[in-house]
């Protein structure tokens, strides 16, 4: 129920026959607190959030004021967003599970009916990172993939398929069905929902928040959507708004038109790199201006796609024509369509806008050229021109070539062949090494060479143009006799069944499995680091000849380590030229000039003669491509292949936990659980666990590939009887506390600068100074009750949206972290488990102060509690030396501050229900 205040703004609507009721928005213009068409689109939707959801309590008049106070230069004010459902995929979504699990058996421990737990708006959970890619290259690479993911993953499964039934509006769409945010952009997405809220039906926009950093895609169909960790999208799910500042919101005005050869890939990845220079860490930007008529929702769904990479939180489009006529192409139904119209119009949402903004930025189509993006972060843009100078200039900074391009020892000092030690001599650019594989093949492998090819990740996979780019790129260079080198692992990961479906219409799937890119499975696999084993022989090859190979592969992340971890070097690029990069097996190359191979004759083949033609691209889109495709294929998205059905699962409403379970155990978060808040006060003799350096990722701090037997984690599972074989990834293992605390900066990447140069979870335990993991560390600092602390340069928490990495961090007793900045999901997925963030004032760092972590750290300010952004004072202390600095707590609202004095948000949703029945 609206606050009497503006009860007017409520209002009815009619469509077909059928009355809603909606909050209208133009109300609030009308009675002067706001200009509707100054408002960014995005601020308009948060604004009809607060209007709808505002009852006086939670919500209140001050809530709507603030909503509406929005200008370029942005008020501080806070705004409580209800979104209208959340979605998960399978590797946030299980822990998702395992939690709210874990509150049903706190609260039937107090004696209180465990479904006052329950989902307070829908929820759709997609298994997608799971499948791995162990076999490629053959007509049953599927089969055989899906049947092992299924025998790995059976346990997790089955939590999942509990939750589907022991929980209401909790959705599961199955393994083998395609990519949380294809398939939220191809069906899950409506624009606007029609929902009944006590007997009554409402227009609703579609908005959400989501368990992966990539649901911001869904702003190229217009719907405000963002990342989050799974904590903050599980009290979501319970009902709890989301606390946000007001953005600020930046406009980047989109003229001319793509150059023919460019492709959605490469623009996206000069909006990355152009956005990341702008900086709009924290910010919204919304697109607008001639240019965005000139691309498809395909195309804008590509640049949203990689939000996360420009730094933003959302990246949106608005509602025009072409997304209506994309709705009817993805089979919704013609009447919904029509309603999504009327509404937007209604509410002045609809078409083109020109809004006021905090920033203005100019980006003409027609600058972008044919580019990559590596070797390690996405924002790194490559002319594809430059490869070829790029990779040997690479491998000069990282020691492996000497100045002159001689080689290097394997160390990675830089210190030529003449100088190698026991080390052994490293390989100039143009050697090679003889290896065999296991089938007798024999190959030649080399600092530069493609190990995968991999087209895959959502980013690219929805969009017909690249697909059938690829496809038809295959079929030239078949024709032409080209293939793609033995040593390369080869895969097509298709986001949704739909693809496929295309492929085969337009007789383009044969053409890429010509050249070994057969279909693998139906989710993120290599994007994620689901890449799968290479030949050992290759591998032993990395290993002993200390190599730089590469991947090339259609995704958005490229951090170290996460593709494969003996792969050094990985370049996001279009699927067309990941199969041109997969044919050439090698990065150091300039394909501009530089030919692919040669044809039968042993002519010379260049890309260019190979490459498609934009109308035949156009052309066999039109063909191929139909609204009943997907209808077809979405019909049964829920209910799973012959293995889901046969699946069986828990029933309850109270989960039966296993303590022998190596997959799902009982989390400790919420056990012994005081009703009582315990608060939060200063931070005395504290010790250093880790120093690190700047952009030190989510998948650096809590890593979600294979690890090995020598590890915490894989020590663990030894000990619990489970094979080397058998250990799967860090990523499966999320639904066990025991793995992923031991598996906590634990990436075989991750530089702790206490040991110079040493790479892996190592640090040093003071004050003994030994030398042990980190995991162990914290155990004995657990032991002898030291609270930690982490410190870090910029961009701390860069990359997926992993709540692990907060809740391991939590775990290992680190009580704050400290560092020059930070990525906004990981700061809101500390704060969400009652760890502080902190920042360093500017121009200060722990390396300016001169820390060298053996310090005892006090951080002082908080006996009277914490306030938001509270500046506190740290005192280092190390043999009479005292350093003291001031930071602040990067916790901007009252109501971060209540996360953080609860010990984290879901101990406040916890707290409260109790309290609630209990009273």
Known sequence: MVVDEFSEAIREFEHDGETYKMADLTVLEEEGLCDLEKLPVSIRILLESVLRNADGEGIDAESIRAAASWKPDVPDAEVPFTVSRVVLQDLTGVPAVVDLAALRSAADRKGV??????????????????????????????????????????????????????????????????????????????????????????????????????????????????????????????????????????????????????????????????????????????????????????????????????????????????????????????????????????????????????????????????????????????????????????????GVLGAGGEPAIGDGSGATAADATEAGPGLALDEKVPVELEDGTEVEIGHGDVLVSAITSCTNTSNPSVMVAAGLLARNAAEQGLAVPEYVKTSLAPGSRVVTEYLKRADLLDDLEELGYHVVGYGCTTCIGNSGPLPEPIENAIDEHDLWTTSVLSGNRNFEARIHPKIRANYLASPPLVVAYGLAGKMDIDLENEPLGTNDDGEAVYLEDVWPDAEEIRETIHDAVSPEMFAEKYASVYEGDERWEALDAPEGDVYDWDDESTYIREPPFFQDFPLEKPGVGNVDDARALLTLGDTVTTDHISPAGPFSEGLPAGRWLAAQGVEPYEFNTYGSRRGNHEVMMRGTFANVRIENEMLDGKEGGYTIHHPTGEETTVFEASERYREEGTPLIVMAGIELGTGSSRDWAAKGTDLLGVRATIGKSYERIYRDNLIGMGVLPLQFDDGEGWKELGLEGDEHYTIEGLEDGLEPNAELTVTAEDDGETTEFTVTAQVDTPMAVEYVENGGVLHLVLRRLLQEETN
């Not at 809004?355 to 980006?363: A, L």
């Open 113 to 398: 009916d465990p479904t006052v737990v329950e989902p307070e708006v829908p929820c759709d959970l997609v298994i997608d990172h799971s499948v791995q890619v162990d076999h490629f290259g053959s007509e049953d690479a599927y089969e055989k993939n899906v049947e092992i993911e299924y025998e790995r993953n059976e346990e997790r499964y089955r939590a999942i398929k509990w939750a589907q039934q022991a929980f209401d509006g909790f959705n599961v769409v199955p393994p083998g069905t395609g990519i949380v945010h294809q398939v939220n952009l191809e069906h899950l997405g409506r624009v606007v929902h029609e929902r009944e809220v006590d007997g009554e039906q409402w227009l609703v926009p579609d908005t959400l928040v989501g368990t992966d950093s990539h649901t911001p895609m869904i702003g190229g169909i217009g719907v405000v959507g963002w990342g989050v960790g799974g904590i903050e999208a599980e009290a979501a799910l319970l009902g709890q708004p989301i606390n946000m500042s007001l953005p600020e919101v930046v406009g980047v005005r989109l003229e001319g038109e793509l150059p023919e050869g460019a492709t959605a890939t490469d623009l996206v990845l000069h909006i990355t790199e152009k956005l990341r220079e702008v900086g709009v860490v924290d910010k919204f930007v919304e697109f607008y201006g001639p240019g965005v008529a000139e691309l498809s929702v395909a195309d804008r769904a590509t640049i949203s796609n990689m939000a996360p990479e420009q730094g933003s939180t959302i990246s949106m489009f608005p509602v025009d024509e072409k997304t209506l006529e994309y709705l009817e192409l993805t089979g919704r139904d013609p009447d919904h369509v029509e309603l999504v119209r009327e509404y937007l119009e209604a509410q002045g949402l609809f078409g083109e806008q020109e809004p006021e903004y905090t920033e203005t930025v100019d980006f003409d189509l027609g600058d972008v050229e044919p580019s990559l993006a590596g070797h390690k972060k996405p924002h790194q843009r490559i002319p594809m021109g430059d490869l070829d100078e790029h990779f040997p200039n690479l491998l000069r900074e990282e």
